[in-house]
């Protein structure tokens, strides 16, 4: 569908969605409908031809500017974001929303999270 439509979304999951987001990961679309069996709810896009999963606090809506054995390299158009993971400066609160990813070496997932630096832009003092 990605090459079809030239777009896609990119949705964070997290401490809250690990379950339905291991269930997207490991079971294959080809074999059964996981938006149905999953329950989730699905909002077409209003930015590009793709849709959003509404469980999902966080998501990119991006069109593709090349996709070639595999690459898929996107051009971010809007970022959906649930106003609950505003900060009181309407800034992404990464923590609040315990994004995770998975620990491959120990088949889990896990919370982000320490600040561990600014990233420079102007340089580097090593």
């Known amino acids: 569908m990605i090459s079809n439509k030239k777009a896609f979304t990119l949705s964070f999951a997290t401490k809250k969605t690990e379950k339905i987001s291991d269930y ?20 077409p896009s209003k930015h590009v031809d793709a849709p959003i999963i ?8 991006c069109t593709v500017e090349s ?30 929303m315990e994004i995770i990813a998975f620990d491959m070496v120990n ?7 320490e600040n561990v630096g600014k990233a420079f832009k102007d340089g580097f003092d090593l």
């Not at 509404?54 to 809506?61: C, G």
């Not at 088949?107 to 999270?113: A, E, M, S």
């Open 67 to 96: 996709f070639e054995a595999g690459n898929l390299i996107g051009n971010v158009i809007n970022v959906s974001i649930d106003e609950d993971y505003l900060d009181e400066n309407g800034k992404i609160d990464v923590d609040k």
């Open 54 to 61: 509404e469980e999902y606090p966080l998501t990119l809506e």
């Open 107 to 113: 088949n889990t997932y896990r919370v982000l999270g």
């Open 24 to 43: 997207f990961g490991v079971v294959s679309g080809n074999k059964e409908d996981k938006i149905a069996k999953s329950g989730v709810h699905i909002t």
